[in-house]
Nanobody, 121 residues
Framework: QVHLVESGGNLVQPGGSLRLSCAASGSFLAINNMGWYRQAPGKQRELVATITRGGDINYADSVKGRFTISRDNAESTMYLQMNSLKTEDTAVYYC???????????????WGQGTQVTVSS
């Protein structure tokens, strides 16, 4: 079983910064793509950023230039550095990972439980 646990969510003022972490635990062979999604109240879950095992990165237009995604493959951990936060960044942030558990060619997608980010003055 694979578990993803997010941390780092908090209440922050507009213009502030937060760093989210996502730690993977359990028994598995490899973690392929990882990503951050978010869901604001009354809205659909949306992509924030993704990162491949090799470090290729993709950002949503709304966060480009403000957010930075990174990962530590040795520690099975992913990060999201969020700067210049806006009120519209308020949401529950979820991490996801594509994981090979038993065989390298057979992968499943896993999700964390989410961490709340609130940007408000």
């Amino acid at each position: 079983q694979v578990h993803l646990v997010e941390s780092g969510g908090n209440l922050v003022q507009p213009g502030g910064s937060l760093r989210l972490s996502c730690a993977a635990s359990g028994s598995f062979l490899a973690i392929n793509n990882m990503g951050w999604y978010r869901q604001a109240p009354g809205k659909q879950r949306e992509l924030v950023a993704t990162i491949t095992r090799g470090g290729d990165i993709n950002y949503a237009d709304s966060v480009k230039g403000r957010f930075t995604i990174s990962r530590d493959n040795a520690e099975s951990t992913m990060y999201l550095q969020m700067n210049s936060l806006k009120t519209e960044d308020t949401a529950v942030y979820y991490c996801t990972a594509n994981v090979a558990v038993h065989f390298i060619w057979q992968t499943n997608n896993y999700w964390g439980q989410g961490t709340q980010v609130t940007v408000s003055s």
